[in-house]
């Protein structure tokens, strides 16, 4: 029976993440659009939504072009390779109370290892690297080469970034879960900052969601599709299906961040009235999600693309000093206190 | 316990599933119609010259080497950052600030040496 409820949670938070893929498109389209004073699409479904099963629909049909020149093995394992990880960062995050039981067994978050948790998406959201640079190196074609080596430095650049600005939060919560993280959240700190991470660790939010869009190639930092200089950068020699695929890893990616950044900082599933309500918790969850995919959209909106050595030298000369400052100072207060 | 990652173990299976059934399935759907201009690699309509497999930038590699320098450094500070609050203390904080410290000299050399500039 255990077993049981746990692949049920596991096939439909799988189903909800996949499937929610084709609305982020549709929705950052809409938003684009409303940026750039356009309409954006409307003929597919009411106001366009199925749009973007009519786009999947049509690169489905599309001729799949695999040049001569491929490294044929890694070029069809590359597009697979870039899904996985997005999928399944997404196992740990918490989308409601651990409360609510059905036959004993929490339904509202996938599995909590307690000694994993965060370690987890960062470990998973680390692979996505490779993805990216098979694809690039099995096109054999060079602006893929360049696309997957800019980006693969990229990546590794502001992965450390990543993983200091998480243990500002760490340091805080004591713990690696990612429902104990939240539960942390619950009580006020010192001075009556409110208890979510936003507000008692600023640094570390900025920190990790300028991390986090390099880490999934978004505006500012999408130099590794770079679509004026590289035509479309470790992706050129990808056409069908498999072009599709990188595209939904990219949309998943955002999805998992903003899921992940939610819950480390802006407190998960908590809000007023969840304690009589817990059902309310997957609503501010999601509510919290999609504020920060909106601010996701609305900053490739805005800010124009960094130059290669400005992204470069923002990874090390910047964040790193700043993550390691925080750090510091995080464990300072924490030492002196006895606590946050 | 390794109940706790039985369920990663099934979305694992669900996302490589997913992603072999939908490359093959788009492989029956589309059509196939190869020609050799199809299939020549794309730079932009001119003919490819030489080989792709160029060489690159040596910093590549030293921004590679600084990687797993720093993100080592990180990992080893994740079991210190959980236990600091119930634990280490005073005492965790001063050794940790040796090992970070000795890591940021060698940040400091490389980030003298131009290791960190792109032209």
Same mark, same amino acid.
């Given at each position: ?120 998406? %960062? @470990? ?5 690297? !490779?993805?990216? $640079? #098979?694809?690039?190196? &099995? ?5 893929? =080469? ?96 498999? %072009? @599709? ?5 990219? !949309?998943?990616? $955002? #999805?998992?961040?903003? &899921? ?5 900082? =802006? ?74 | ?119």
């Amino acid at each position: 029976m255990e077993y049981l409820i746990m692949t049920i949670k596991a096939v439909v938070v799988f189903a909800v993440v996949a499937g929610s893929m084709p609305f982020i498109v549709w929705a950052e389209r809409k938003v684009m659009a409303d940026a750039q004073a356009r309409i954006g699409p409307n003929r597919v479904g009411p106001y366009g939504i199925l749009q973007s099963f009519a786009d999947a629909l049509k690169l489905m049909f599309k001729e799949d072009v695999t040049p001569r020149q491929v490294d044929k093995p890694i070029y069809f394992l590359a597009p697979v390779l870039a899904m996985i990880p997005a999928l399944t960062a997404f196992a740990v995050v918490p989308y409601g109370s651990p409360e609510v039981t059905v036959y004993g067994v929490p339904i509202f978050y996938v599995t909590d290892p307690k000694q994993v948790g965060v370690l987890w998406v %960062f @470990a998973v959201t680390t692979l996505s690297v !490779y993805g990216v $640079v #098979l694809a690039g190196w &099995a096109s054999n074609n060079k602006w893929s =080469l360049l696309g997957a080596l800019r980006s693969a430095a990229q990546m590794i650049s502001y992965e450390v970034a990543l993983g200091l600005a998480i243990l500002g939060v760490v340091l805080g919560s004591g713990s690696l879960s990612l429902i104990d993280i939240v539960e942390k959240q619950a009580v006020p700190r010192a001075f009556g900052i409110p208890g979510i991470w936003l507000f008692a660790q600023p640094v570390a939010f900025l920190l990790f969601f300028t991390a986090s869009l390099a880490e999934t190639n978004r505006t500012p930092f999408d130099l590794p599709e770079a679509e004026s200089e590289l035509v479309a950068g470790f992706h050129t020699e990808y056409s069908s299906f498999k %072009f @599709a695929m990188f595209f939904m890893a990219e !949309y998943i990616n $955002v #999805l998992t961040v903003s &899921a992940v950044v939610a819950t480390l900082f =802006l407190g998960g599933w908590l809000g007023p009235g969840v304690g009589q309500f817990p059902l309310l918790g997957v609503v501010y969850f999601a509510l919290k999600t999609a504020a920060l995919i909106y601010l996701i959209m609305w900053l490739r909106a805005t800010l124009p693309r960094f130059r290669y050595d400005q992204l470069m030298r923002f990874a090390w000369k910047v964040l790193l000093p700043l993550g390691l400052a925080n750090v510091f100072i995080t464990a300072l207060w924490v030492g002196l206190r006895g606590g946050t | 316990m390794l109940k706790d990652y039985f369920p990663i173990l099934v979305m694992l299976v669900m996302a490589v599933g997913f992603g072999v059934t939908m490359i093959f399935l788009s492989s029956i759907a589309g059509r196939k119609r190869p020609t050799a201009t199809k299939e020549s690699p794309y730079e932009c309509g001119s003919i490819p010259v030489g080989t792709a497999r160029i060489r690159f930038d040596v910093k590549f590699y030293l921004v590679a080497i600084l990687f797993i320098l720093f993100d080592l450094e990180v990992v080893f500070l994740w079991p210190w950052a959980v236990l600091f609050i119930e634990r280490l203390g005073l005492f965790g904080l001063v050794e940790v600030a040796i090992f970070v410290g000795i890591l940021l000299v060698g940040f400091v050399y490389a980030w003298r040496k131009g290791a960190l500039e792109w032209q």
